[in-house]
């Protein structure tokens, strides 16, 4: 059976929700109890103006019924949402992909105060495809490659090349000095979600997570390092470095948490310059780079 299609609303994409476990009598209390930071007042307005839809794209109701498992669409709105000026770049566009090329600061898909302003929106009003998925997230500091899935009859195929490990991913990252420790060298350890909720932490256990780490340039106050994560977890570069006892140029959360990043931050200097992998629908190579670069100079 094929998801359910929700059309674009004022250009933003719709959000999607398997409907959870619960006694709620309608979908509506169970959106209240799922997003307490929404209250029930602002999904009541929503609903009274359709921005809720169920798996058939029609309206729901107050009295929809929950049904456990069932999809639902949904529009975030933001008041006074921040606007950002850094443009995004467009790659290659065919009929199953999408290359973009993301500047600091844009978060990739609808998320927090970020519902207009993000690349997924952006795309799907520049190309007019309603069908664009983010095949993979990076983090909202971060600049660089981001690949779309353009068609719903291909995705799994191009997903398969991240579950798999089967797409070769590479970073450049400015940081400390590491003179005493020999490069090339593996990262490997538990990356777990630590305190507060949104940052990430090392903890003993059976290893999910795996980066190659080696040196581009040297000064003498910061290098610029290479990293290749094999595996994908959230923050894994970050915590990695960190954890080695280089964080990431103006990284606010790691090593240890100096607020949240804002406009007024020097962009955190970690860039996604290169993927790589053999196109999972004809066989042939494909390599696609970054046109955007770390521009803080090495001393």
């Not at 398969?160 to 070769?168: P, V």
Request: proline share 10%.
């Amino acid at each position: 059976m094929s998801r359910p299609r929700f059309p674009p609303r004022d250009g933003v994409p719709a959000s999607r929700l398997q409907l959870p476990p619960g006694a709620w009598r309608t979908v509506f209390d169970a959106l209240v109890a799922r997003f307490p930071q929404v209250d029930a007042s602002t999904w009541r307005n929503r609903i009274a103006r359709g921005r809720v839809l169920d798996a058939r794209g029609e309206p729901i109701t107050l009295e929809t019924p929950h049904r456990v498992g069932a999809e639902i669409g949904y529009y975030r709105e933001v008041v006074d949402e921040p606007v950002i000026d850094a443009l995004e770049r467009v790659l290659h566009v065919d009929d199953h992909l999408v290359v973009a090329d993301k500047p600091h600061g844009l978060p990739v898909a609808p998320t927090g105060a970020f519902v207009t302003q993000t690349l997924l929106t952006r795309l799907v009003a520049t190309l007019g495809n309603p069908d664009l998925v983010p095949l993979h997230r990076i983090d909202r500091g971060t600049a660089g490659l981001v690949l779309f899935s353009a068609s719903p009859a291909s995705r799994a195929r191009y997903q398969a090349l991240f579950r798999e490990s089967r797409i070769a991913k590479t970073y450049e990252a400015l940081a400390p000095p590491l003179p005493d420790i020999a490069f090339p060298l593996t990262r490997r350890s538990r990356i777990e979600r630590g305190e507060p909720f949104f940052r990430m932490c090392e903890i003993g256990g059976a290893l999910n997570s795996e980066t190659h780490i080696d040196v581009l340039e040297r000064g003498s106050t910061r290098w610029r390092y290479a990293l290749s994560p094999v595996s994908g977890r959230k923050h894994q570069l970050r915590v990695h470095m960190a954890a080695l006892g280089a964080p990431i140029l103006h990284d606010p959360w790691y090593p240890t948490l100096q607020g949240d990043a804002d406009e007024t931050r020097p962009p955190l200097q970690l860039l996604a310059r290169a993927l790589a992998f053999d196109d999972p629908l004809d066989g042939c190579p494909r390599r696609f780079e970054s046109e955007f670069r770390l521009v803080e100079a090495l001393d």
